[in-house]
Every structure is written in C-alpha cells, then in structure tokens.
C-alpha cells in the first residue's frame, strides 16, 4: 500500500513543498551534482539550510564562498551553511555531490553563517534498544527562525523517537512539520521501519524505509526501528507555527508510552521458559 507520506527517489532527487504535500511551511529537496555542475536559487521570503550528504561543493553567497565537503553521512559530521530571507546563492560542484536544501518562512532575523561541527551538540539519547545518537546540526541553541535540524544515528537493532512523540498541536504540542530524510547501510539490502500514527486522526501506517527514501510526519507520534543488520540514519528538517523562542520546546511523547524513560529496557519478557 503506497502512502503520501512516503516518498520515492528519482534519480537520488527528492522534493517536498508546502503546495506538493498540503501543509504550512516546510520545504525540502536533495540534489545531485556531477563534477563541474552548479545549482542556484534565490532564497525569496524564506530562511535556508544546505547539508552535505556526500562530495564535495563550493556555496557562493555575494563575495562569500563556503567550501563544504564530506565523504558520507556515516563517516562525518557536515558544515551547514544557514541562508536568511532574500539571499541569491550558487553551488558549484567540485566532485559528484549529493546535498539537502530545506527551507521555510521568515522575516531576516539572522545573517548568513557557516555552522561548522564543533558548534553542534551531540548527545546519545536513550538506552537499552532505544540508544541512538542524535546531532544538533542546527538545533534550537543555534540561531535560527522556523527551522531545526537534527541527524539521527539509530544502530542496528535499535530504536529511535521512543517514548514515541508528537508535535502536531495537539495535547499541548506545538505545531511543527517534519521531514525524514533516511539513508540506511548496507545500502542494497538494509531498511527501517517507520511508524506514523494519530488515534484522532485515524492514522496508523507502517512504512517500509530504504536507502534515500523521505518520509513526512504529518501528524501524531512517529517512531523508527533499525532492524538487526541495517544501521540507519535520517536527516530531519523541522519548522512550525512557532517563535525562534520556542524552537526549544520539546515535542509531547505518547502518556501510553511515557514510562519507558524511567526504564529503557522496556520490561522485557524472560526467556527460556516452558520446560521445566
């Protein structure tokens, strides 16, 4: 069963837009560039962050030039260049790259930057299967409007978004798009499993995720399981209907689910048994 919410490469090129998907603010692309080639835009009435996923490229804003490079997602944290309303850039591909752009309204509040990883807080989150790594890559202490960015390593066997959460307005939570943006190893065999569902929307899907697939959070709680054997990463682009003040709100987890933060281990049957 095919849903909206997930979404398919065509040629490694994916693209989600508030008038393609339905929803308020969030833009998101990746883009292949061979060797030489070069991408331009204008960010118009939008703030932009660009993330390497792979190669290596030369951002151009006026007379300042970001050289930005990594050799995989698995291998390195990224540079990320931050874009405010009205800037005219241009990438220019010095090997064959591969790279996110995802944008969202703003007014202009802060100036174009360089975020390199040293200013990214990295924490791991959870424990037992829950443990995951999770990189601040433009997280709510670094400036920024609408959008958030975090990368999430979830190794194999593991979980990620537990206690499942939500932030779609309702039970106290703010209201903030999301965009999965998954790449998984090995890339031929391995895959995830992404859940998204919401009691009062009557939403509940289980998504079967591979390499270089996008899945939306439309509403409602989403986690992500690694199965043994597929260590998995994503890339998420957040922004909502909130201030750059409230980029620090945490998203409200599911009451069901709350007391797997007192124990990781999830309560875990013991086994053998049956035979005396």
Known sequence: MNSPNQHKPVGGVLEVTPESVGWKFLSFKTVLLKAG???SGQTNGEEAAIVPISGAFDVQILEQIFSLSRSSVFEEL??????????????????ETHFALGSAPAVGLYP??????????????????????????????????????????TPSGNW????????????????????????????????????????EHGLDELLLVRDGDLVRTPVG????????????????????????????????????WAWLREDWSGKPMNIPFGKS
């Open 221 to 256: 709680y989403h986690p992500v399981s690694a199965p043994p054997g597929s260590n998995v990463y994503f890339l998420n682009y957040l922004a909502g209907d909130h201030t750059p003040e409230q980029r620090t709100v945490a998203p409200v987890d599911d009451s069901d």
């Open 160 to 199: 990620s978004g537990i206690p499942p959460h939500r932030h779609d307005g309702l039970r106290g939570s703010l209201y903030v798009e999301e965009t999965y943006y998954y790449r998984v190893t090995p890339s031929d065999t391995g895959w995830a499993v992404h859940r998204n569902y919401s009691p």
């Open 78 to 95: 990224p540079h990320v260049v931050y874009m405010p309303p009205k800037t005219a850039y241009s990438i220019t591909a010095r090997t």
């Open 37 to 39: 080639e070069s991408f």
């Open 112 to 153: 174009v930057r360089c975020f390199a990883p040293s200013e990214m807080k990295i924490e791991v989150r959870g424990g037992a299967h829950a443990v995951r790594q999770v990189n601040h890559i433009l997280g709510p202490d670094l400036p920024a409007e609408r959008l958030v960015l975090f990368e999430v390593y």
